[in-house]
T-cell receptor, first 109, second 113 residues
């Protein structure tokens, strides 16, 4: 079966750095996405990786290792507004997105 | 304002009733999707459409139907609602079904009693 694993919840301090991991087992691989979802709102796109390595976009970076079935999202200089759920999703061989359950990130002052 | 709209925002429905959730996008995207999101579970694909006139089944299609008569609209119908269909429903679209990101509507919170 297809499976996306990520931690249920993480806590970090304002101004710090946090890494959210995602491991996947899917039928085929056509890219990995990270989305942010604030409580009661729709998911919004953060990043996309299809090749191994690090993609940096401002305070957010995303890493992919296809051989290990592993990705992480790195958030730097955390702000209170970063409190949200972070969703990992893999596009499978049918070009459909398979979603993890999301990681709820709590930022403390 | 470009984007995706969904209606209604929320709805309480008696079991056995028929309900259509509406979704409209004005970005001229070819692909559209319906997901449900339940606590502790990832988004699950219900149905999708890669282009106007075509639809396909996702991971959890039973009890739901869709149509795609034109590019902009992608309604989701529950023929006879059951309590297990209580969920938050998100409509999404993308330029096509290949590598582009998906844009999500604000969601419909549906409660079936």
């Amino acid at each position: 079966g297809q499976n996306i694993d990520q931690p249920t919840e993480m806590t970090a301090t304002e101004g710090a750095i946090v890494q959210i991991n995602c491991t996947y087992q899917t039928s085929g691989f056509n890219g990995l996405f990270w989305y942010q979802q604030h409580a009661g709102e729709a998911p919004t796109f953060l990043s996309y990786n299809v090749l191994d390595g690090l993609e940096e976009k401002g305070r957010f970076s995303s890493f992919l290792s296809r051989s290990k079935g592993y990705s992480y999202l790195l958030l730097k200089e955390l702000q209170m507004k970063d409190s949200a759920s972070y969703l990992c999703a893999v596009r499978d061989s049918n070009y459909q997105l398979i979603w993890g359950a999301g990681t709820k990130l709590i930022i403390k002052p | 304002i470009a984007g995706i709209t969904q209606a209604p925002t929320s709805q309480i429905l008696a079991a056995g009733r028929r309900m259509t959730l509406r979704c409209t996008q004005d970005m001229r995207h070819n692909a559209m999707y319906w997901y449900r999101q339940d606590l502790g579970l990832g988004l699950r694909l219900i149905h999708y459409s890669n282009t106007a006139g075509t639809t396909g089944k996702g991971e959890v299609p039973d009890g739901y139907s869709v149509s795609r008569a034109n590019t902009d609209d992608f309604p989701l119908t529950l023929a006879s609602a059951v309590p297990s269909q209580t969920s938050v429903y998100f409509c999404a679209s993308s330029e096509d079904n290949s590598y582009n990101e998906q844009f999500f509507g604000p969601g419909t919170r549906l409660t079936v009693l």
